[in-house]
């Protein structure tokens, strides 16, 4: 059953205008800080999409701490935005900042490699499996450089993705399915080239697609997050994991695992914790404590096939780079974050956090008798408006229901919680206390009581 059945919609529109009045009372200094920033910035933002807060205008940062945001109007937050995923460390927490402070004394960056790179590398091999790993100031360039590998040492034109899967900005990345024929992601901004000829996309958990679209061995690599978590968290079905490394095995095809987001599921992702077995691993956000940094890590075989490309110029024009990539700020950030920050036993605190909001909002919309749902993904729960959890990421985007979104995030705005923008999702950091959460939960409570009358 779909929301719109649920609740009766011209009382939310009532409560999304008196929310979004509220959010515009009580915040006249991000008000006008945005007005002043109209004038130089495009869109009044640094970047497009701090535009899309649910208030009409951002809430313009003045401090953040641990699971805290205090905002320009001095409002105090319990954020379980978490930068989507950038500040799953704790914002600011404390050894990153020593190790980024005392870094910065001592050079930033100077196309020389510190010990750092090697501790950290020494760190994902630890949790991921993998050795052989670059580092990058995003995820996006990890993905980006990982598919230009698979092509290079595989000699195969295209890659395959799941329909709306998210990998950041990455060309090949922005297709969709319309029927069986591949087109571009609606609104995709100046496309190179026609997507159809660079991507497959196949829906998630369906392993006969996968096999007719793997079958003609033309693909050079699968980029995947172990489930999909940027169209809502679309969880795999028992046995596709095992289904998708044994066809991607069998012809020939590289498996590129992409942790950014999944790396709530634990100190290795949800590689560890699921046992897979990438050729490829990329992450990003969280591993630098909010420092820019993302990486790749290959398996030995990749690694060699890497080497025994002569002619491919890795090292100046070839397409792989970045003259920040792997300097030393970033990395003694993702040295630190990892080492002492996003430490086993904080993932041991934090899953915990992510089920008790779990369980609060299962509570809430069982004994509202909503048909809603909730899914867990490690550290992070999402709550979404159908009765059962989608299987795939057309039936998931299917559930999407903005106006609703709008209010339940505009509703815990004015009241002191931060989820993420673009999803109803809540991500546990080790600052986040059972308080935070419970504190969400009765948000939460009121939020729906309202939403129902
Ligand atoms: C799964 C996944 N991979 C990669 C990225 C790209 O990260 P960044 O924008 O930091 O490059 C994102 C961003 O949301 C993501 O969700």
Redesign the pocket.
């Known amino acids: 059953m779909s929301s719109a059945r649920a609740v009766d919609r011209s009382r939310l529109e009532g409560l999304v205008a008196r929310e979004l009045e509220q959010f515009a009372e009580a915040n006249p200094r991000s008000q006008d800080l945005f007005e002043r920033a109209r004038g130089t910035l495009l869109g009044g933002v640094p970047m497009s999409w701090m535009a899309r807060w649910a208030g009409g205008f951002p809430l313009f940062l003045g401090e953040a701490s641990g699971a805290r945001i205090v905002d320009a109007d001095g409002h105090e937050y319990v954020d379980l935005c978490l930068g ?3 500040a799953m460390a704790g914002h600011s927490p404390a050894a990153t900042v020593a190790a980024v402070a005392e870094q910065a004394a001592r050079g930033v960056t100077a196309m020389l490699p510190s010990e750092d790179a090697i501790s950290a590398a020494e760190e994902l091999t630890r949790r991921f499996g993998l050795r052989g790993w670059q580092f990058t100031l ?6 980006r450089f990982s598919i230009r590998l698979a092509r290079e040492i595989t000699e195969r034109p295209k890659i395959l993705v799941f329909d709306y ?5 990455v060309d090949e990345t922005f297709a969709t399915l319309d029927g069986d024929r591949v087109v571009a992601r609606p609104g995709n901004v100046g496309p190179p080239v026609d997507v159809s000829l660079t991507t497959k996309v196949v829906q998630w958990n369906d392993a006969d697609a996968l096999e007719r679209a793997l079958a003609l061995s033309d693909v050079a690599c699968v980029l995947a ?1 172990p489930a999909l ?2 169209i809502g968290i679309v969880l795999p079905q028992p046995g596709f994991h095992d289904t998708l490394r044994e066809l991607t095995r069998r012809t020939g095809t590289l498996l590129i695992i ?1 942790e ?3 790396f709530s599921g634990g100190p290795g992702g949800c590689t560890a914790a699921w046992g897979l077995e990438p050729d490829v691993l ?1 992450i ?2 969280a591993i630098g404590g909010g420092v820019p940094a ?1 990486a790749y890590g290959v398996s030995d075989e990749v690694a060699a096939r890497i080497a025994a490309r002569e002619d491919a110029d890795y090292e100046d024009v070839g397409g792989i780079g970045g003259t920040l990539a792997g300097n030393a700020l970033s990395l003694a950030a993702v040295r630190a974050t990892l080492t002492e920050v996003l430490t086993e036993e904080a993932f041991g605190r934090m899953i915990p956090l992510a089920a008790r909001f779990a369980a609060g909002v299962a509570d809430v919309i069982e004994d509202a008798g909503l048909p809603w749902h909730v899914t867990e993904l490690g550290a992070r729960a999402e709550y979404r408006f159908s009765a059962t959890p989608p299987r795939n990421g057309a039936e998931s985007a299917a559930l999407g229901d903005e106006e609703l979104e709008r209010f339940l995030h505009l509703y815990s705005l004015n009241r002191g919680v931060l989820i993420t923008p673009f999803h109803n999702m809540a991500l546990m950091s080790p600052a986040t206390s059972e308080a935070d959460v419970d504190r969400h939960t009765a948000v939460f409570t009121e939020a729906v009581r309202d939403l129902l009358g």
């Not at 995003?138 to 993905?143: G, I, L, V």
């Not at 899967?165 to 900005?169: E, I, K, L, R, S």
């Open positions: 989507d995923t950038g995003s995820a996006t360039d990890a993905n899967c998210y990998h950041g900005t997050e978590t940027n992409d950014t987001h999944t990329t990003g956000k993302g």
